[in-house]
């Protein structure tokens, strides 16, 4: 029996794991490089989001992280948004991303979060599927991010019951 991947608050020296985990769901997707360098909340990716009002989860499975999963509130309106949403490709279908999801959310309603946003490349089909099931609903907005991958994104919303 595989024992499941444990899940704990990031650290900063998580940076480099976590690109390359971005990296290899990036690899994914044509026309979607990653690039270090638009990702500069990596170099110290614990204190980026204790920063902004919230917590960077990763799971590890034999020393390798395989997952993320942070939740901030800049604005400190009691809106969190959702990023670094990754899975490895074998750690999907798992349940690991629920478990994620329910850490992040405890975490939202301990610091009384009233409602989840995020921004999700048009290209994440898969991504997008988890969080419509999850509630989120599809906002009629689109952005466009001029990085590396020169993607679109979706934006999302969910309430939450307080």
């Known amino acids: 029996m595989t024992k499941e991947p444990l899940i704990r608050s990031a650290v900063d020296a998580d940076g480099d794991s976590i690109a390359r985990l971005i990296a290899s769901v990036f690899d994914e997707y044509e026309g979607c490089p990653f690039v270090?360098?638009?990702?500069?909340?990596?170099?110290?990716?614990?204190?980026h989001y204790?920063?902004?009002?919230?917590?960077?989860?990763?799971?590890?499975?034999?020393?390798?992280?395989v997952g993320s999963f942070a939740v901030s509130s800049p604005d400190g309106d009691g809106v969190f948004e959702i990023n670094k949403v990754y899975l490895a490709r074998d750690q999907r279908g798992s349940g690991l991303a629920q478990r994620l999801y329910a850490m992040a959310l405890d975490e939202v309603a301990r610091r009384g979060g009233r409602a989840l946003?995020?921004?999700?490349?048009t290209r994440f089909l898969s991504g997008h599927r988890f969080y419509e099931k999850l509630g989120f609903v599809r906002q009629p907005v689109v952005r466009f991010v001029p990085d590396a991958t020169d993607c679109w994104e979706y934006a999302y919303r969910l309430e939450l019951d307080r």
Do not use: N
Request: no cysteine.
């Open 36 to 47: 270090f360098a638009d990702f500069p909340e990596l170099a110290a990716p614990a204190s």
């Open 50 to 65: 204790e920063k902004r009002g919230g917590r960077l989860l990763v799971a590890e499975h034999d020393g390798i992280v």
């Open 117 to 121: 946003k995020l921004w999700s490349d």
